[in-house]
């Protein structure tokens, strides 16, 4: 909390000193550090005589924070005004239990400091002092500790009466309160003392009834708390339980308080417990109502201011969308322009460059035809060492020329090649009946050697 008001507020809902003037001091003093002064306030007074933590224990002053709220539905007689400020002095080193839920309060002795914001900064600070004959115990109740305590009574008890029970939350009383004020229910607390007589026929007869804890689960939150442990003695002191077992109601207040609605002291039958839960559920379903209506309009108010900045967002953000999609589809048209022209460019290039390669190329097979073809020297005549050859090609044409005997198998390709009848440079002469393929291991034989004289019919294979 920055705010100075909420801190002079919070500290006097701690200790319970109301005069601002002097919570203001005290906390200058400490440089408005809140946990600082609230420590060294309640920790002054653990050097007390026990005479006076004896007092404290059996008669809690009106010096607290667990003041109940004036909802017109406390059980009880009226309040007691509170003392005045000198007295409140005089007997501050007598009106606060180091680190307990705050000081034990007057008239019905009950009031925890409830806001929200400073739930857990609260629980840290809850502690006990002094015990029921002024022994001192555990100075603080840590935010773990008051949930461990919870959980084993809900276990023991679990374990003594069996699961049909009510639904204690296993938390800490604040958290217990904060969940019902959530929940928009009251709150119902017991208190259980192992030691008494009737504790046992009480839980087993009338708190375990099962339409009772339907009752309590469908309509409450329930917390329990054991006297043996620290946060249970300490609520025992504040609710100024003097039978037992004893049950209350209480609910969130207003102005950061709680109100006791209803406390059940002594064994009850469950019709007893029943009816007197109903008659509190029924005179507190106004404010529970009012406050569940009051809940709806401030979401409603924040949904609707979350969502017209959602609107204004989605607004800005579709404007500042469009804008860089205009930029960006400009960039990309002008990059686009720009990789079009340069394609266009390379485009050019390579067909200038392919044609000219192809020139290029037809002229080198133009020459090398040439060449092959005057290597093969002038056709011979028809005579006994003349060998008449028959080329056939694929697409089905057909060749014939005449060769001296002596002639090599690689004049025969030269005279294929020098035709220009092939797109192709791989291919292969073969003959039929038998196979034979005449290929680059035999391009040095005759073609008498090999066996093609006096005549010969050869096909191209092309090789793949």
């Known amino acids: 909390m920055s705010d ?18 002097l919570c203001t001091e005290i906390l200058a003093a400490h440089g408005w550090d809140l946990e600082l002064a609230i420590s060294t306030f309640t920790s002054s007074n653990s050097s007390e005589n026990h005479h006076s933590a004896t007092d404290y224990t059996s008669e809690p002053t009106t010096s607290t924070n667990l003041q109940p709220a004036e909802t017109g539905l406390v059980a009880g007689g009226t309040a007691e005004q509170p003392p005045g400020l000198a007295w ?5 080193p007598f009106s606060i239990i180091s680190g307990s839920l705050g000081l034990i309060s007057g008239a019905l002795g009950f009031g925890v400091w409830a806001a929200g914001g400073v739930l857990s900064y609260s629980l840290r600070m809850i502690g006990l002092n002094s015990g029921r004959n002024g022994e001192s115990t555990s100075p603080l109740v840590s935010v773990s500790a008051s949930a461990s305590e919870a959980m084993n009574f809900v276990n023991i008890f679990e374990r003594d009466f069996g699961s049909i029970r009510p639904n204690f939350i296993a938390e800490g009383f604040m958290d217990a309160l904060q969940r019902s004020r959530h929940e928009f229910k009251l709150l119902f607390v017991y208190l259980h003392s192992p030691e008494h007589p009737d504790t046992p026929m009480f839980c087993e007869r009338t708190l375990c009834n099962e339409a009772l804890v339907a009752f309590i689960n469908e309509n409450f939150v329930s917390w329990g708390g054991s006297i043996r442990a620290s946060e249970g003695f300490k609520m025992s002191n504040s609710l100024k339980a003097s039978r037992f077992p004893f049950c209350a109601v209480v609910m969130a207040a207003t102005n950061q308080r709680i109100a006791l609605l209803q406390q059940v002291e002594g064994p009850k039958s469950p019709e007893e417990l029943l009816t007197a ?20 309009e401030r979401r409603t108010n924040i949904r609707l201011r979350e969502e017209q900045d959602a609107a204004y967002r989605a607004a800005l953000e579709a404007d500042q969308a ?12 002008e990059r686009e322009a720009a990789e079009a022209e340069r394609k266009r460019k390379e485009e050019e290039e390579a067909r200038e ?10 002229a080198a097979l133009a020459k090398m035809r040439e060449e092959k073809l005057l290597s093969l020297g002038p056709e011979p005549d028809k005579g006994p060492d003349v060998t008449q050859v028959l080329v056939r090609f694929p697409t089905g044409e057909r060749k014939e020329r005449r060769f001296h005997c002596t002639t090599t198998i690689q004049s025969l390709y030269d005279y294929v090649d020098s035709l220009g009848c092939l ?6 002469l073969v003959s039929n009946f038998p196979r034979t393929v005449y290929g680059s291991e ?16 050869l096909f191209v294979e092309l090789n793949s």
């Not at 460059?353 to 037809?362: K, L, Y």
């Not at 797109?423 to 292969?428: H, K, Q």
Request: aromatic share 4%.
């Open 88 to 92: 409140k002095i005089i007997t501050l």
């Open 4 to 21: 100075v008001a909420d801190k002079i507020a919070y500290f006097q809902a701690i200790t319970g000193v109301e005069d601002t003037d």
């Open 322 to 333: 469009r804008e860089r999609q205009r930029k960006e589809e400009q960039e990309r048209q």
């Open 277 to 296: 839960l109903q008659r509190v559920l029924e005179e507190s379903a106004p404010v529970l109502f009012s406050a569940r209506l009051e809940a709806e």
């Open 423 to 428: 797109e192709v440079e791989r291919y292969s």
């Open 353 to 362: 460059r392919a044609a000219r390669e192809a020139t290029e190329r037809e």
């Open 442 to 457: 035999k391009l040095a034989l005759s073609l008498k050697d090999a066996g093609l004289h006096p005549q010969a019919s």
